[in-house]
């Protein structure tokens, strides 16, 4: 495990079988890193951006004087997730603009990878604090950890464990 994670920060690592396969410069694997990475970056902004704006609005819903306390607290939390998963989420396109045409690209990649990986983590926790808030007003406080235990749970097995499972198969051969 320590090792994979390892390799996720030194993508140099990789060249030898991209440049056998795809017979791609490191360049070439660069420009492509950062497309891909931009594709998904223009998935989850749009989630994450829809999220915020959503929360936002929750504090001047009539209902939303009723929260306990502890809803409150859940609230806010769930929104300073959201709010720095839009943030982090959006910052590579912040860094790639101040780094336009300064042949920076690896340290753009390189940057964007973890606040993208930054910026999932934080999205993921608000949407389990949405689930919880959602499932806490509507069926009361136990159906609201169940929900936030059954998004936790989602998050780690389909964002995490599933993906991990599939790296441990051995790369095709080029």
């Known amino acids: 495990m320590i090792a994979d994670m390892d390799a996720v920060d030194h993508p140099e690592r990789d060249q030898a079988w991209d440049t056998a396969a795809r017979s791609e410069t490191e360049y070439q694997r660069l420009d492509r890193n950062w497309v891909s990475l931009l594709q998904e970056l223009r998935v989850v902004q749009t989630g994450v951006q829809l999220l915020t704006g959503f929360?936002?609005?929750l504090p001047f819903q009539p209902r939303f004087e009723v929260l306990s306390?502890?809803?409150q607290a859940v609230y806010l939390t769930t929104v300073g997730c959201s709010?720095?998963?839009t943030v982090l989420l959006e910052a590579p396109v912040g860094i790639?603009?101040?780094l336009f045409r300064?042949?920076?690209l690896l340290s753009v990649v390189t940057a964007a990878h973890r606040l993208a990986?930054?910026?999932l983590l934080l999205m993921g926790l608000a949407l389990t604090g949405v689930a919880v808030i959602i499932f806490g007003v509507v069926a009361g406080y136990l159906a609201g950890v169940i929900a936030g235990v059954c998004a936790l749970t989602g998050q780690i097995i389909f964002?995490?464990?599933v993906p991990l499972w599939v790296r441990h198969e051995p790369p095709p051969v080029p």
């Open 83 to 85: 709010v720095g998963a």
């Open 102 to 104: 300064r042949h920076r």
């Open 55 to 57: 929360l936002l609005t």
């Open 69 to 71: 306390t502890t809803m």
């Open 117 to 119: 990986y930054s910026g």
């Open 96 to 98: 790639h603009r101040l």
């Open 159 to 161: 964002w995490v464990l």
